[in-house]
Each structure stands twice: as C-alpha cells, then as structure tokens.
C-alpha cells in the first residue's frame, strides 16, 4: 500500500513535468506564430529632422501609430527614421507606440536646386528606404497626415505597387502599396544618382516618374480568399479621401472603395495637428479626437498653466497698477514733439499688433483646438490691456479685433451649414460686415492715442534742461 503511494506521488510528479513542458512547447509554438504573423506585412512612415516643424511631424507621426495600433491592425509598426532623429523620440516610438524602428543614412536629393523646390521636401526621398524593408512580403508606406477610419489591412493583397489617384492624372504618395525589393532599391539610389526626371523634386514627382503606367492598370479589389495580387493596381479613392472633397459638401460622397483613410495634403500651416487649423477646416478636431483618445496632451500641458498663469498675473497688474506714460515732450508744439509723437502712435499700433501675434508663437502649436483659441483669447487680452493702459487707450477699440475674431470663429464652427459653398458665403459676408468695425477700432484708437499725447505733460526735448520748479511757481 505504502509502494503504491509512493508511485502515485511519482507518477503525479511525471505528469505535471510533461505537462509543464507541453504548456512551454505550446507558448513558445503561439510566440514564433504570432512572430511570423507580426512580420509579413507592416505599416510604415518616416520620421527626419531639419525642418522648423519637426515636433509637430513627431506628434503626428505618434498619434499615427497609435491609432494604428488602436484598430488592431494584423502587421508591424515601423518608422523609417533618419540617424539624427533625437534618441528621446526614438525611444518614444519603440517603448511608447510599440513600433520598430529603421534608421538609415539621409538619402542626398539631387533635385534640390531646381527652380521649383520646396525645402521642406528636401528629405522626402528617405521614403524610398520602403522598398529596402525586405523582411516583410507588403508594406503599405504612409505620410503623418493620414487619419484611419477603420483598418485596411486588404491592403496587404495589393500587388508589387499600388496607389491612389487623388489627382485624375498624378497619383498620391501619401499612402502606397509596395513589395520591398532590393534589386527595386538599388535602381531607385541609381535613377537618383544619374538625375532621373522629377517634376517637384520630392518623392511625389519621383516615384511618380518611376511608376508612369500605373494610370492604366486595374482598380484594386481584394480576394474573398485573402491571396496576394500579383503586378501594379490603382487604389480605390475611398483609400486617400482628400480633405478638400469633405469641405465641398461638409460631408463624404465618395462611392467608390470603402472610406477608410483621410489625408490633409493642403497648406503647411493648416495641418490637421495645429489648433488654429479649427474651425478653419472642421476636419481638424476630429483628427484631435484620434489624439485625445491615443496619445493625449500631456507633453503640454504644463506649458499651458504656465502661459495662463503669466496671462492672469498681466491682467492683475496692469488692472491694479494702471501704468501710464512717461514724460516725453512739452505740451509746445513744434517738428521734433510731432516726430516723438508720430513715434510713439507707431509703437502702440505695433505693440497692439503684437498682442494679437505674439500667442500664435508661444502657444504650442499641437494642443487641442478648444484649448488653444481659449488660451489665445487670454492672451490677447493680456497683451493688449498692457498697450490699453500703457498708452492710456479705451478699452474697447483695443479688444474689438478679438470679439470680431470670436465671432469668425462661431461663425466657422457653426454645425447646420448644408454644404461648403454656404459656410464659405457665411464667412465672407460675416467678414464684410466686420470690416467696417474693424476700420472704427482703428480710428477710435487713433484718436485715443492723440488726446493722450496732447493731454499729457512730457519730459522735456532732447538737448533741452527743465524748468526750474520756481518757475514752474510763478507761470
């Protein structure tokens, strides 16, 4: 009975090594599957450094990956990033966004002299290094400015390069399909080098160039099987739904594809990422929304309560000490009081310019909308009650302009238009009604400006001692 037992006890210790061992087999089966399931396809885009909006690309770059990573999308994360990205944004992308990165050696853009070069594609080229990914079977190469709706990871069924035509006789190169080949790499590096023809310089007219018969090929649509597409396909637009189409209508009327990806290819300076792009292109606070719901705003939001802090405490003090002007010229009129008076009419319109000017600088560029105009209505309030009570101005001249841009803003943002063309009349007349106020304001704070001149007492000319204060007695 005793033997028996300790068989048992054995036989027990047996089965739970096998198992354990059999658990181990099968974890470190599903680890190499999932490995090799991971590194078949990838999402990627680039990352480089030398232009005046770098941060802003890195954020649009994170929230990119992170809203790719929120639609669970069956393939890598990878960034394409030049050796003098910052080592902090790196670890960013691979701790932070879970992506892999590629850093690689500035391709050298041999077009950069042309006429009709933009510097801030100077760069642009790196997105060739797409096609030296060879680890993986497709890649779908994208911009920053891109913002998924739902997951197209169809895509991965495309052939050897694919495309949208957002242009009826250009593709965009915002987001393409491509099987990484290094034989395709190394005659890209050589039509580089020997100067092959590109119409802007960047990446656009030379990828364009090196594929110039995708206009004749095939709409893409996907296998019910899931098998991979052999040769060149156009992309359905739904893949590359151009912003400018949704402003038109101030909705989306594309029939054909599935309406997947929206991409912002207009102006620099009204990408979706920037707060004042709102209302301005309604569209920017939903790419916010696909921010605030990925990788948030706390990078600056210390800056913020530091910015309204310094707004609140201008405010204070100039409602509490009320400075005036200093002494500058006798009441006597003559050529050099009207020059310092002329002067100072300059400075105050100049400082009144600046405290509408200056928020667009130090405010950063990437919070969200709501936030930035509130914090910029501060600021410009701040500001300008500096150059209200330093030149001893009204009040209401001064802030005119920031009610006015108030109203523009609710005018914008209003919800009910029935299409584009409406909003757009609404703005325009709204700015015809304005603009004789905003002429008022003007001359108001002129006037203002004169009384205060020949009100005040200011200190003596240039070259010229004061009265003494005896005199002052007996005149």
Known sequence: MEGWGKNRRSNARWLGLLLLLLTV?????EAEAEAQKKNKNAYATMMYVGTPRD???YIAVRVLLRSLAKLRVDADLVVIASIDVPPRWIRAFEKED?????KVENLDNPYKHQGNFDRRFKLSLNKLYAWNLVEYDRVVMLDADNLFLQ??????QCGQFCAVFINPC???????????SDAVFKDMVHELQIGRENPDGADQGFIASYFPE????????PNPNGSKLQGTYRLPLGYQMDASYYYLKLRWSIPCGPNSVITFPGAPWLKPWYWWSWPVLPLGLQWHEQRRQTLGYAAEMAVVFIQSAICLGLIAMTRLARPSLSKLCYRRVDKSVLLVQNILKLVALWTILAAYTTPFLVIPHTIHPLLGWALYILSVFALGSIATNAFLLPMLPVVAPLLLIIGSLMVMAFPWYPDGVVRAL???GYAF???????????RIMAGLQVSLEREAFMPRLGESSPPSWFNKLY
Not at 98 to 102: D, F
Not at 170 to 180: A, D, K, N, R
């Open 426 to 428: 609404c703005v325009f």
């Open 98 to 102: 879970g992506a892999k990165v590629v």
């Open 214 to 221: 995708l206009l004749d090929k095939p709409m893409f649509h």
């Open 151 to 156: 997951k197209t990871d169809e895509l991965f």
């Open 25 to 29: 087999v099968c974890a470190a089966a």
């Open 170 to 180: 250009v593709f965009h190169t915002g987001l393409f399909v491509l099987q990484p």
């Open 433 to 443: 009604c304005a603009a004789p106020v905003l002429w008022s304001s003007l001359v």
């Open 55 to 57: 941060y802003e690309f």
